[in-house]
């Protein structure tokens, strides 16, 4: 995969129980729908969790990032599939 | 240093393979068989173990537990393929990739944690990437060796990840009975139970001079398993021990009994052995032949010659010679032919004219056969003979090298 770490813009349902389901994202003007979310999983650093989704429209499979401090989206990383 | 090591483990992966290579088989009863009609169940997709079929079973035992099962011929060449492209990926974060079977391996990520962020990380990053790229689901298991990897990443299934840390491994152990421990067999288990010793705790716990006296030095090891002990290595391809022999076997379709049948196979077997022997440069000094019968009793015999062969109609003499010092008492059911007492060395040349035109030949077949596909150019009397080449993965499969045996 390669890596990015790039601030993007993500469109996102807030479900009951911390549910968060991203449905679209855009990077560089272009929006990508998510199709599927492949896995999920939290970390820490430090104080700070992130949610990392992993995601895939018609052609590449994407890392999003969430960051809970400070609700910030990241793209870490990209392949194209 | 702690050790972390990851066992990846492919979910139904022959299913899987297939129902992703054919839309219509998606989210339906489906189970893998073999290409020959005297074939079981290689394996079933989730769908299908719902209804309780099983690896093994026969198509008709399939059928009465799953009536709506689809039956899906096995292709290998894809199967390999798909698996190679897997562990591939694997590569991509650690070179200590120690591939297992077609669809196993085991990692070694002690080095490569901080360059791609962790334990959780790396292993999504290889589910999602399989999932996304071949939509095959593995499970992921994680502890300090080889030994509990395996057994992590068997808890969950399908589609798990499962950690065992080092502070938790006598608990997850204490109640896990004996037979859940990859290298302990039915046979293993049943022996054991024997002893009264029926969970790995109990395993861990027993006297070591108990279990040397009844296992041999292996007492020692199972000793060591129970308590979670494993610090075998995870070995790459490129380190792994030199082969010790090449061989092939294959069950036929229908069981035969007349010696030119039989010849027919032989020959089809050593071109076989010989093409992989010549093509990774080896040679070898003993052959062994073995025989199935139809009531499944099976022996083997081999002989030591006093050169080193590798050119196919030398291995054929050999086998015709140990098959005409046996006496057949029942139709044969599967013939296996394998190369041994290996050296790996350069070609000589032969001395003797005729010596030099049969390795010019084989050297020709060989080059139209590497590039044109195995069996192209043949011995005549294998023209008419059906589903030349190998038709089953076998459990040594590896991506490269000597045990990449090209699948039909």
Not at chain 2, 225 to 230: A, H, L, N, V
Not at chain 2, 348 to 366: G, I
């Amino acid at each position: 995969m390669q890596p990015r770490s790039t601030d993007i813009r993500v469109a996102v349902v807030f479900g009951p129980g911390m549910r968060i389901q991203p449905m679209w994202f855009d990077v560089n003007r272009k929006q990508h729908t998510i199709r599927k979310i492949t896995n999920s999983w939290m970390d820490k650093k430090g104080e700070t969790v992130f949610m990392h989704f992993h995601v895939t429209d018609e052609g590449a499979l994407y890392e999003l990032v969430y960051n809970m401090a400070d609700a910030s989206w990241k793209l870490e990383q990209i392949e194209v599939l | 240093m702690e050790r972390t090591i990851m066992h990846v483990d492919m979910n139904a992966f022959f299913a899987s393979v297939e129902q992703q290579s054919n839309p219509a088989l998606r989210g339906k009863p489906i189970a893998v068989i073999g290409s020959s009609s005297r074939t079981v169940i290689l394996t079933a997709s989730y769908e299908a173990r719902a209804f309780g079929v099983k690896t093994g079973f026969t198509t008709w035992e399939a059928k009465q537990k799953c009536p709506e099962l689809v039956l899906v011929p096995a292709n290998n060449r894809l199967y390999t393929h798909v698996s190679s492209l897997i562990m591939k990926i694997m590569h991509d974060y650690t070179p200590l990739v120690e591939v297992f079977s077609i669809d196993e391996a085991f990692m070694d990520i002690t080095g490569s944690l901080n360059l791609f962020g962790g334990v959780e990380r790396i292993s999504y990053l290889i589910k999602s990437r399989i999932k996304a790229r071949f939509g095959i689901s593995c499970s992921i298991g994680i502890a300090p060796n080889k030994l509990l990897a395996k057994l992590a990443s068997e808890m969950k299934k399908p589609d798990g990840l499962t950690i065992i840390h080092p502070q938790d491994i006598a608990r997850t152990l204490e109640h896990l009975p004996i037979k859940e421990l990859c290298g302990i067999g039915r046979k293993m288990e049943r022996q054991l139970l024997m002893m009264s010793i029926h969970t790995c705790g109990e395993l861990g716990r027993c006297d070591e001079a108990r279990l040397t006296g009844k296992f041999g030095i292996v007492g020692s090891r199972l000793k060591q398993m129970g308590q979670g002990i494993d610090n075998s290595p995870v070995v790459p391809a490129e380190e792994a021990e030199e082969v010790k022999s090449v061989g092939h076997s294959m069950t036929l379709k229908r069981d035969i009994r007349e010696r030119a049948d039989i010849l027919r196979f032989l020959l089809q077997l050593s071109e076989m052995v010989g093409r992989r022997a010549r093509r990774y440069g080896v040679w070898g000094r003993t052959i062994h032949l073995t025989v199935r019968y139809a009531d499944f009793t099976t022996f083997g015999k081999q002989e030591s010659l006093r050169e080193y062969i590798n050119l196919s109609d030398d291995i054929y003499n050999a086998a015709v010679k140990i098959l005409d010092s046996l006496e057949l008492t029942q139709s044969v059911r599967l013939l296996g032919i394998r190369l041994t007492n290996l050296q790996h060395q350069t070609s000589q040349l032969p001395l003797f004219p005729e010596d030099q035109t049969r390795l010019k030949l084989t050297e020709a077949m060989d080059q139209v056969n590497n590039r044109f596909g195995d069996f192209v150019v043949m011995y005549g009397s294998l023209l008419d003979q059906e589903g030349k080449g190998s038709h089953v993965i076998s459990p040594a499969w590896r991506p490269e090298g000597i045990r990449n045996v090209g699948v039909q």
